[in-house]
Structure formats: structure tokens, C-alpha cells
């Protein structure tokens, strides 16, 4: 009789090992599947962002151009209104320079703007000049209602001066109190006077004036020439309307680079090897065009200033388009026929000797 089939022991305890190991290995198999189709989703979709992106970026290439402009680029950044509010800023910082950051503005620039001039005429003078402006009110410049009459003709007589280095002393206080009876003065309120100080001078001037008087000439007179008041006006009315003109009598000459000696000019080095200097109006007599007196107030910030007055207006006139008018009658060295502008020999040495004492 066959009997049932049996297993051994040891039959048994193989399959029992062979089905416990086996059911790990399925979660595996089935963690890998899972873990390979996230991958798989996960790298289908980078692939369609990747095609969206772009196409949606040759749509905008294909929309805009190439190369972005300024303004768009600003128009994006939403800074239009920023650009703008920093324009204006750095117009009213230029200003501001230009004016020696003044607090107040003269009282005569209101009234005095409102009609068209032909001639600002600023004389130069010093704190120990007033013997010269004497002799200037008794020749050829006019004086209390004659001065009023020249200016309904369109002619401004002003004498300039800066400020004491010391606010508000001696030296202003005379000034003031002189001022109050003549009316002839055209103070530089952000100016110190000094004779080291004279190029930023002109530059002062100029600015100042522009914005105190509507006029076709402005004009710096030193105070020891004589001037033939009617010929000079003759000579303006005759340019009136020319715009770019830069008058005077045009001269060149060495660049002098040894310390101590009258004309020395610190930055000699400049001016090149052979030591001359530009063409440039003599300083005794400048006369600048309505136009060019504005562009050195505009630029006063960033002009640059020499040794001397002439020479530093002179390479301001280099930048732009200067006319240059070389009018020998301009020229003070000697006495001619028909001159306008004359040096004032005979009185020089008695001047300067009340002046060392006053």
C-alpha cells in the first residue's frame, strides 16, 4: 500500500526560507518602478516647460527688438519718473555752482530782466580802489541820473567786486556804505576778492550777470584803461544780433614757468613744449555774446580756471564755436586814432600810491 507522499524536515524548512526571502524583493522591484516612473514624468515635464519657454521666448524676439533701447529698458524698470526727477536735480546742482550757491538772488535782477539790454559793462574794482572809481565816475563813466539815462539806452555800468574773506568786516561795510550812494556796484555776493582769485572772478561775473539781465553783450572792463564809452556802443550796435562773438584784441604769447615771476602760470606743462599760449582776448577788455555767457553759466561747475582771467575765458572759447573777433581798437598798449580802449598811464602811479595807504 503506497502512502501518502511526505516531506522531510529539512524539505519543509528550505520552501518556508525561500518565501520569506522572496517578498522583499518584490517591494523593491515595485519601489523601483514607482521611483523610475517619477523620474520618467518628472523629466517629460522639464522637457515640455523647456519646448513652452521657448517658444515663448522666440515669440518675444520675433514681438521686440533685438537691441533694447534706453527708454525701454527704463520703461521696464519703471524708473521714467526717477530719470527724470535726477535731470532736474543735477540742473538745479549746476545752477546752484554756478551761482556760488547763493541763498538769495539781488533785488535788481526782477526788474532789471524785464527789457532787453544791449550791453552788461562790468568794471573790476578792489577793496582799495576807490580813488580809481573816482576817476572812472569824473571820465568816462557816467554817474547818478546820467548812469540811469545810459541804461534806458540799453547800457549797464556796474563796478564788480566780490566779498571780505572775513564776512561782514571793514572792507564789505565800506563797500555797502558806498554802494548806498552811487548805486554803480555789482556785488559778487559768492565771491571772495583776492588777487589769487581773480580767473574764478570772471567766471562769477559772467554767471551773475546772465541771470540778473537780459542782455546781447556782456563785457569785463580792468580798471586801468579809459574807455571811449560811445565808441565802444557803436562797436556793439554794429555786432548787435551776432551770435558766438568773442571780442577783443586777440593776442598769444609765452607761457612763463619759473615761480615768483609776474605772469607765472602753475600748470605750464600744459601749454606744451613750446610754452605759448592759445589765441585769446586780452584781459583789459573782453566782450562775450549773449549765448556764450550763458554756456559759462550753465558749465560753471566743470569749467576749469587758469593762472589768469584772459587765458582761462580763452580756453572756454576753445570748446565751442567761438567767432573770434580781433578788433585792433580794443587793444590798450599805446594811443591811436580812433581807439576805443586806452591804458590809463598818466594816473597809475599816483593811484597806486593813495591805494597802498587807504
Excluded at 565816475?137 to 549797464?156: H, N, T, Y
Amino acid at each position: 500500500m503506497e502512502g501518502l507522499p511526505t516531506t522531510t524536515k529539512t524539505e519543509r524548512r528550505s520552501r518556508s526560507k525561500n518565501l520569506h526571502t522572496s517578498k522583499p524583493s518584490l517591494v523593491m522591484a515595485f519601489f523601483s518602478c514607482v521611483a523610475w516612473l517619477y523620474v520618467a514624468g518628472r523629466l517629460w515635464q522639464d522637457a515640455e516647460n523647456r519646448k513652452l519657454l521657448a517658444n515663448l521666448l522666440k515669440r518675444n524676439i520675433e514681438q521686440k527688438p533685438k537691441i533694447l533701447t534706453i527708454e525701454d529698458k527704463l520703461m521696464v524698470l519703471g524708473c521714467k519718473d526717477l530719470e527724470r526727477r535726477i535731470v532736474e536735480v543735477e540742473m538745479d546742482l549746476t545752477l546752484a555752482k554756478s551761482q556760488g550757491y547763493l541763498k538769495h538772488q539781488l533785488p535788481q535782477s526782477e526788474s532789471s530782466s524785464q527789457r532787453k539790454l544791449l550791453a552788461v559793462i562790468g568794471v573790476y574794482t578792489g577793496f582799495g580802489s576807490y580813488l580809481k572809481r573816482n576817476t572812472f565816475r569824473g571820465s568816462w563813466m557816467p554817474r547818478g541820473g546820467a548812469l540811469k539815462k545810459l541804461e534806458e539806452r540799453g547800457v549797464v555800468i556796474r563796478f564788480v567786486i566780490g566779498r571780505s574773506a572775513n564776512r561782514g568786516d571793514s572792507l564789505d561795510r565800506h563797500i555797502d556804505e558806498e554802494n548806498s550812494k552811487t548805486k554803480d556796484f555789482f556785488i559778487l555776493e559768492g565771491h571772495e576778492e583776492a588777487q589769487e582769485e581773480l580767473p574764478k572772478k570772471i567766471k562769477f561775473f559772467f554767471s551773475t550777470a546772465v541771470q540778473n539781465w537780459d542782455a546781447e553783450f556782456y563785457i569785463k572792463v580792468d580798471d586801468n584803461i579809459d574807455v571811449d564809452l560811445e565808441g565802444l556802443i557803436g562797436l556793439l550796435e554794429h555786432r548787435r544780433r551776432q551770435d558766438s562773438a568773442y571780442i577783443g584784441c586777440m593776442k598769444s604769447g609765452e607761457v612763463l614757468s619759473e615761480e615768483g615771476k609776474l605772469w607765472y602760470e602753475p600748470e605750464w606743462w600744459k601749454f606744451g613744449n613750446e610754452k605759448s599760449y592759445f589765441r585769446h582776448a586780452s584781459g583789459s577788455l573782453i566782450i562775450l555774446s549773449k549765448n556764450l555767457a550763458h554756456y559759462i553759466n550753465t558749465n560753471s561747475a566743470s569749467l576749469k580756471t587758469y593762472a589768469h582771467d584772459d587765458i582761462s575765458v580763452g580756453s572756454w572759447m576753445m570748446g565751442v564755436q567761438a567767432i573770434y573777433i580781433d578788433d585792433n581798437r580794443l587793444c590798450c598798449s599805446s594811443i591811436r586814432q580812433g581807439e576805443i580802449a586806452s591804458m590809463l598811464y598818466s594816473f597809475s602811479n599816483f593811484l597806486t600810491a593813495f591805494t597802498m595807504q587807504f
